[in-house]
C-alpha cells in the first residue's frame, strides 16, 4: 500500500491529556484509532490508553495476512476494548470505572471501514468536500437530527459535551458501523477529538487539503484549534491518512515488510511523518502553514 499518514496530540489548555492516539501497518492493511478519555470520570487517560493498546494488539493478531472481515474486527475490537476497562476498574477497585469514546478505521484492498462510539469523529475527504463521516453519539447531535437545533448552536450547546455511547462503564457501548467505501487518489481519512473538531468546520479542512498534505496542513490547524479555544482549549488530536496512487513508484510503499511485520505509532508530542520522502515537516513549513491558515480561516464563519 501507498499512503500518506500524520499523527499528534496536544494538551490544549488542560492539566493533562487524556486523548489517545495510534496507527499501525502491515504489507496490506492499515489501522488507525483514536480514544478521548472523558473528563469527570477516574482515570479517563487510562480508559483511552487502553482502548487503543487493545485495538491495537488484536490488529497485529489478527491481521497477519489481511483481515477476513473488517466490520467484524473492528466492532469485536471495540468491543473487547471495553471489557479490558471494566476489567481494569475490578481488579484497582475503582468506584467508578473509566470511560472514553473511541473510533477506528481499517484500510484494506483499497477500501475504508470504520467503527466509531461516542463524539470522537472520523471524515472522509475527496476532491475539497465530505464525502462520509461519523454521527456523533450525543444529546446535541439528536437534537440536530430531530430539527430542534442547528450545528453551529450545537457548537456552544451547554449539553454539548453529554454522550450515551462510551467504553467503559456499566452499560455496554453502541457501536456504529461505517458504510464500505473505496477510496480513490487524493481522498484523506481523518480521525480527530472534540478538541479539534468543534473549532476547524469540516468543510474548510475539505477544501485547504485539495491544496495542502496532510502533514503542511495539519500542524498549523491544531495550533489553530487551540487559538480559537480562547484559552478553553480540550486536547487535540487527530491521526490522518492520504490514498496514493498505488502505482506510483517514487512513492515508498509497505511492500518492504514481511507478510507478518507490523510497524507501529502511538501518541507522541512530536508531529510523526509519514510514509513518503518529503512527509518531514520543518519549522518553516509549519509557519507557512499558519500563515496560510490565518488567511483563509478569516473568511470561514465561527
Same mark, same amino acid.
Given at each position: 500500500?501507498?499512503?500518506t ?14 486523548d ?6 502491515g ?38 495476512n ?8 473492528l ?13 481494569? &476498574? ?5 468506584? +467508578?470505572?473509566?470511560?472514553? /469514546?473511541? #473510533? *477506528?478505521?481499517?484500510?484494506? !484492498? ?38 430542534q437545533?442547528?450545528?453551529e ?31 480513490e ?12 473538531w468543534?473549532?476547524i ?9 485539495v ?5 503542511s ?7 489553530? &484549534? ?5 484559552? +478553553?482549549?480540550?486536547?487535540? /488530536?487527530? #491521526? *490522518?491518512?492520504?490514498?496514493? !496512487? ?10 518492504m ?6 510497524a ?24 507557512r502553514?499558519i500563515?496560510e491558515?490565518q ?8
Amino acid at each position: 500500500m501507498r499512503f500518506t499518514i500524520y499523527q499528534d496530540s496536544q494538551v490544549g489548555d488542560r492539566s493533562g491529556n487524556e486523548d489517545r492516539v495510534g496507527y499501525a501497518y502491515g504489507k496490506d492493511v492499515l489501522l488507525m484509532v483514536i480514544a478521548d478519555g472523558m473528563g469527570g470520570h477516574q482515570q479517563g487517560e487510562v480508559a483511552a490508553e487502553i482502548a487503543v493498546q487493545e485495538i491495537t494488539r488484536r490488529f497485529k493478531v489478527e491481521a497477519r495476512n489481511k483481515l477476513r472481515r473488517p466490520f467484524e474486527f473492528l466492532v469485536s475490537s471495540v468491543q473487547a476494548a471495553h471489557r479490558a476497562i471494566v476489567a481494569h &476498574a475490578d481488579s484497582h477497585n475503582l468506584l +467508578e470505572c473509566p470511560r472514553t /469514546t473511541c #473510533v *477506528a478505521c481499517v484500510v484494506q !484492498n483499497g477500501y475504508a471501514y470504520w467503527t466509531h462510539a461516542g463524539d470522537s469523529r472520523l471524515y472522509v475527504m475527496r476532491g475539497g468536500r465530505m464525502v462520509a463521516q461519523t454521527q456523533d453519539h450525543s444529546k446535541v447531535q439528536q437534537m440536530i437530527d430531530a430539527g430542534q437545533i442547528t450545528a453551529e448552536q450545537a457548537a456552544r450547546h451547554p449539553d454539548r459535551n453529554k454522550i450515551f455511547s462510551c467504553l467503559g462503564g456499566v452499560v455496554p457501548p453502541h457501536i456504529d458501523m461505517g458504510r464500505e467505501i473505496r477510496l480513490e487518489v487524493g481522498d484523506t481519512i481523518m480521525l480527530s477529538t472534540d478538541g479539534f473538531w468543534t473549532q476547524i468546520p469540516a468543510n474548510f479542512l475539505a477544501q485547504q487539503l485539495v491544496k495542502q498534505t496532510v502533514t503542511s496542513l495539519l500542524p498549523g490547524l491544531i495550533n489553530e &484549534a487551540h487559538r480559537r479555544a480562547n484559552g +478553553e482549549s480540550d486536547n487535540i /488530536t487527530v #491521526v *490522518a491518512m492520504t490514498w496514493e !496512487n498505488q502505482e506510483d513508484a517514487s512513492v515508498s510503499d509497505t511492500q518492504m515488510l514481511d507478510e507478518e511485520e507490523f510497524a507501529t505509532s502511538t501518541h507522541t508530542t512530536q508531529p510523526l511523518a509519514g510514509h513518503t520522502p518529503s512527509d518531514d515537516v520543518t519549522d518553516d513549513d509549519i509557519e507557512r502553514a499558519i500563515a496560510e491558515i490565518q488567511s483563509a480561516i478569516k473568511k470561514v464563519p465561527r
